[in-house]
């Protein structure tokens, strides 16, 4: 079974200053990883993905992630937060391997706030 | 190139009646995913058809059901609703290689209100 644990239910930063939301997660397999970012009212907007290839990922608008085994995290990261950075950010996992296929299992959130 | 389309965008029901939802996916997507984004209880999965299939389904009762149509468009159906069932429902497509690899694109979603 898979699971995906989000750290922070908020995390507030200064403009200019660097993001970090941090994730941890769970899988008995091989597992996928994803970063999507979710405005206030609209759909969700794939960030970034890990599928076994390179541990550090770059995603769209400055966004990166590292994935550490030993850790069993996936942490997002970027170097200097933008106002249109503001929503809500989630972490996801999806295993594939087992035999089974559950969809993806999404983390709660983080609520990114973005002080000017 | 379009993305993935749901409608409507909003629906109202009462508690009983039925609901249906409907999703386009990306041109060239064989799979699509269900998800239920109700308040305080995060996102969480329905159901997964490709080719037509339903190929698996998350921990939901019967009454939520759907199906895949030929040309790979979907519907969410949910019977006798009830307040719960009040949330953000997004689809999501795919290629169809399978959820372990394959990334799925979002719409917008519908947001269901039961009264």
């Known amino acids: 079974a898979q699971s995906v644990t989000q750290l922070d239910s908020h995390v507030s930063v200064s403009e200019g200053t660097p993001v970090l939301l941090r994730c941890n997660y769970s899988?008995?397999?091989?597992?996928?990883l994803f970063w999507y970012v979710q405005h206030p009212n609209k759909g969700l907007q794939l960030l970034l993905k890990?599928?076994?290839?390179a541990t550090l990922v770059k995603g769209i608008n400055g966004f990166e992630a590292e994935f550490k085994k030993s850790e069993t995290s996936f942490h997002l990261t970027k170097p200097s937060a933008h106002m249109s950075d503001a929503a809500e950010y989630f972490c996801?996992?999806?295993?594939w391997g087992g035999g089974g296929a559950d969809g993806l299992t999404f983390g709660k959130g983080t609520h990114l706030i973005i002080q000017p | 190139e379009a993305g993935v389309t749901q409608s409507p965008t909003h629906l109202i029901k009462t508690r009983g009646q039925q609901a249906t939802l409907r999703c386009s996916p990306i041109?060239?997507?064989?799979?699509v995913y269900w998800y239920q984004q109700a308040l305080g209880l995060g996102l969480q999965f329905l159901l997964w058809?490709?080719?037509?299939?339903?190929?698996n389904r998350g921990n939901f009762p019967p009454r939520f059901s759907g199906r895949q149509f030929p040309n790979y468009s979907s519907e969410l159906n949910v019977n006798a609703l009830e307040l719960e069932d009040s949330a953000l429902y997004l689809c999501?497509?795919?290629?169809?290689?399978?959820?372990?690899?394959?990334?799925?694109?979002f719409g917008p979603g519908t947001r269901l209100t039961v009264l």
């Open positions: 996801v996992v999806s295993e």
């Open positions: 899988s008995s397999y091989s597992p996928s």
């Open positions: 999501a497509s795919s290629p169809g290689r399978g959820p372990g690899t394959d990334t799925q694109y």
């Open positions: 058809y490709d080719e037509g299939e339903e190929r």
């Open positions: 890990y599928t076994s290839a």
């Open positions: 041109s060239g997507h064989t799979s």
